[in-house]
């Protein structure tokens, strides 16, 4: 499982820079860091403007989308398309995500990497996104993540826990 997880991390390591190259090209934004990460990617705000702006291809997403507890249903719900469209799109050579579509995207990865920092495991933070939650007003968090007022206040919930804030 291990080896799983460093060779899923490796291949999204290469994406973001062969992404971030790509980006740099077209959008004039330059980037320090030849060596850049997932993680670092996530943390660069200015770079995830320009990524949003210039969409993110549909093997980035799919990278992407390793790394989440989200299966094919609940993105197609949280993109606002199909999951026909979704399945489409992956048939699609060099597909690119539009802008909206795009930021969302991203705003899941950021909320994926924060709950894994949080939570033991990825059972546990699904089984806590999928579970209704008192102090997001009795909804499962999994239903605020459709926009992003609801994105912010999962964040700031996983926050609350993480310090040890109850409700």
Same mark, same amino acid.
């Given at each position: 499982?291990?080896?799983?997880?460093?060779?899923?991390?490796? +291949? *999204?390591? +290469?994406?973001?820079?062969? @992404?971030?190259? #790509?980006?740099?090209? $077209?959008?004039?934004? /330059?980037?320090?860091? #030849?060596?850049?990460?997932?993680?670092?990617?996530? &943390?660069? #705000?200015?770079?995830?403007?320009? +990524?949003?702006?210039?969409?993110?291809?549909?093997?980035?997403? #799919?990278?992407?989308?390793?790394?989440?507890?989200?299966?094919?249903? =609940?993105?197609?719900?949280?993109?606002?398309? %199909? $999951? /026909? %469209?979704?399945?489409? %799109?992956?048939?699609k =050579? %060099?597909?690119? !995500? /539009?802008?909206?579509?795009?930021?969302? *995207?991203?705003?899941?990865?950021?909320?994926? $990497?924060?709950g894994?920092?949080? @939570? =033991?495991?990825?059972?546990?933070?699904?089984?806590?996104? $999928?579970?209704?939650?008192?102090?997001?007003?009795?909804? &499962?968090?999994?239903?605020?993540?459709?926009?992003?007022?609801?994105?912010?206040?999962?964040?700031?919930?996983?926050? /609350?826990i993480?310090? +040890? *804030? !109850?409700?």
């Amino acid at each position: 499982m291990e080896a799983i997880k460093l060779n899923s991390q490796t +291949a *999204i390591n +290469a994406m973001v820079r062969s @992404f971030v190259s #790509k980006l740099e090209q $077209t959008s004039g934004y /330059k980037v320090l860091n #030849k060596k850049l990460t997932y993680a670092d990617f996530l &943390k660069n #705000k200015m770079l995830i403007v320009h +990524a949003i702006r210039e969409g993110i291809p549909y093997d980035f997403f #799919k990278l992407i989308q390793e790394q989440t507890p989200f299966n094919e249903e =609940d993105w197609a719900l949280f993109l606002g398309i %199909s $999951t /026909k %469209s979704l399945q489409r %799109s992956r048939a699609k =050579d %060099s597909f690119v !995500f /539009k802008p909206l579509q795009s930021e969302k *995207i991203l705003e899941l990865a950021e909320v994926t $990497t924060v709950g894994r920092t949080i @939570f =033991d495991s990825e059972e546990q933070f699904y089984s806590w996104l $999928t579970l209704p939650s008192y102090a997001l007003g009795n909804l &499962k968090p999994i239903e605020l993540l459709r926009d992003s007022y609801g994105k912010e206040m999962v964040l700031q919930e996983m926050v /609350k826990i993480d310090q +040890a *804030i !109850f409700v």
